[in-house]
Each structure stands twice: as structure tokens, then as C-alpha cells.
């Protein structure tokens, strides 16, 4: 690969190279994944996501990579940056690496990679939707809404701030070995809907939990907390649905 040292801002002095050393793999053409590096010119408070673009716009528009909103919201851009799942538009490169340094970047571990940072998203759609994440009530609909207090509603607080980017599950070491683990992200997902008091599927899904590749294949490794780009805490919500399982059970 020809090396460039363009910097992304044009309009301001870089004020740092970083080699990006990208695990490549084209289903096409490879056996199997290899590294290329691409020096790259940067700022510190350049994000990831902005070397990753700049070298598919300008160095290489073979580079194949998940994006979308660009400010952590839709969750599309999760990886291992730096030997830990982050999300690329939300990683600055500052926190990352000096100058001068190399910056690792591969696909997000346990599912398949279709190519380069591109991974198969399905078997993690698969475990959340087995969870039935939506809202369930029969009885007759309000005037209003559905009203809950301040306490209801701080119990599903953290749990609603998910934003499915896999980050998570993808770093469980219990995933990574068994991938019929329904895995955390779709445990904070049935935490949501356990732990909302208008939702009247909660026994259903503490059956889901309850089943062996739910909850109690967690080991507690907290991995999944120190992955999660929204500082969910991961472990403790899992605890939570344990306790509410055999509360449910006694
Ligand atoms: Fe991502 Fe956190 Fe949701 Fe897991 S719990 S999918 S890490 S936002
Ligand atoms: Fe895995 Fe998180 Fe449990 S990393 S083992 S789901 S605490
Ligand atoms: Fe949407 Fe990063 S691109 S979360």
C-alpha cells in the first residue's frame, strides 16, 4: 500500500503521525486476515472515526467499515480500537495513542467477519430479538399515557440507554466460547422491559433469562461494563435480573 502523509485538516498544522494498523480481510481474495498500516498525519482531537474515513476517501476505497450518525447515537461503528471495543466516532485519538505511536484497529470479536471491520450482525439481532424487545400491556389503553413515577421510571434508566452497538457482548469472554449466549446487550435489553412497571411480559422474559443461555451463564467478568459506551453498568443490571429470576422462582 503506497504511503500518504496527507493530513486530514488541511487547514490546520498536524500536530501528530499515527500509523492506523487495520486488520484486512476480503473474503474474496484472502485465506485469512492480515495487518496494513497507514501512516497517517492527525490531531489529537481527531476521533477514529475521522482516520478511518480518511483513508478510505483518500489512501483506500477498499476499506470497509460500519458508520453512521457520527456522534454515538446509532451505535453502527463499534470496535477494537486499541485492544478494547469502542465506538470509532466517539474514541479520540488522544486517549489512544502519542505521537509517533501505532493505533490497532480490528473488527469486534465472536461474530463473523464479512469484511475488514465489517462483522455479521445477525446472531446479535437474533439474541435481541428473543428477548421480545417491545412493550407488552393488553389491557385497554388510557386517555393519556401510560403514567409511571420518578422511582418507576429510574429503575429501567440506565437499561434505556442502550444503543445496540455490541459492544459489550462482543467483548464477553462466556460469547466468545459459546455464541448461544443470549450475551448482556440483550440482557440490559430484557432488563428494560422487566424492570418497566407498565410492561406485563415480565414473567415471560424472566423465563428467557432463566433458560441455559440465559443469565446464569454470566461469570461476572465485567468486560462487558468497561466496554459499554454509555457507561451502562452492565454487571450490576445482570445481577439484577438474576435476583429477579429466583425471586421469581422462590
Ligand atoms: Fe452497547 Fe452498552 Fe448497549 Fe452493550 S449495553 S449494546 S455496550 S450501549
Ligand atoms: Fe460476560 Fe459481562 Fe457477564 S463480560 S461474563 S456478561 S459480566
Ligand atoms: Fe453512530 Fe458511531 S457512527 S455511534
Not at 59 to 81: E, K
Not at 161 to 179: E, H
Not at 223 to 250: F, G, H
Amino acid at each position: 500500500m503506497a504511503e500518504q502523509h496527507v493530513p486530514i485538516d488541511t487547514y490546520t498544522t498536524p500536530a501528530m503521525r499515527v500509523n492506523v494498523k487495520i486488520l484486512r480481510f476480503n473474503p474474496e481474495q484472502d485465506k485469512k486476515a492480515h495487518w496494513e498500516t497507514y501512516p497517517v498525519d492527525a490531531q489529537p482531537s481527531d476521533r477514529v472515526l475521522d482516520l478511518l474515513n480518511y483513508i478510505k476517501w483518500y489512501v483506500d476505497p477498499t476499506l470497509t467499515f460500519r458508520r453512521s450518525c457520527g456522534h454515538g447515537i446509532c451505535g453502527s461503528d463499534a470496535m477494537l480500537i486499541a485492544g478494547r471495543n469502542r465506538l470509532a466516532c466517539k474514541t479520540l485519538l488522544r486517549d489512544v495513542v502519542k505521537d509517533g505511536g501505532t493505533l490497532t484497529v480490528e473488527p469486534i470479536r465472536g461474530l463473523k467477519v464479512e469484511k475488514d471491520l465489517l462483522v455479521d450482525m445477525e446472531p446479535f439481532f437474533d439474541s435481541y430479538r428473543a428477548i421480545m424487545p417491545y412493550f407488552i400491556n393488553e389491557s385497554p389503553p388510557p386517555a393519556a399515557e401510560r403514567l409511571q413515577s420518578p422511582e418507576q421510571a429510574e429503575r429501567m434508566a440506565h437499561s434505556s440507554n442502550c444503543i445496540l452497538c455490541a459492544s459489550c457482548t462482543t467483548s464477553c469472554p462466556i460469547f466468545w466460547v459459546n455464541g448461544s449466549y443470549l450475551g448482556p446487550a440483550a440482557i440490559v435489553q430484557a432488563h428494560r422491559f422487566i424492570f418497566d412497571s407498565r410492561d406485563q411480559a415480565t414473567n415471560q422474559r424472566l423465563n428467557i433469562m432463566n433458560q441455559n443461555t440465559g443469565v446464569w451463564r454470566c461469570r461476572t467478568a465485567y468486560n462487558c461494563t468497561e466496554a459499554c459506551p454509555r457507561d451502562i453498568p452492565i454487571t450490576t443490571l445482570i445481577e439484577e435480573v438474576k435476583r429477579a429470576v429466583m425471586y421469581q422462582q422462590s
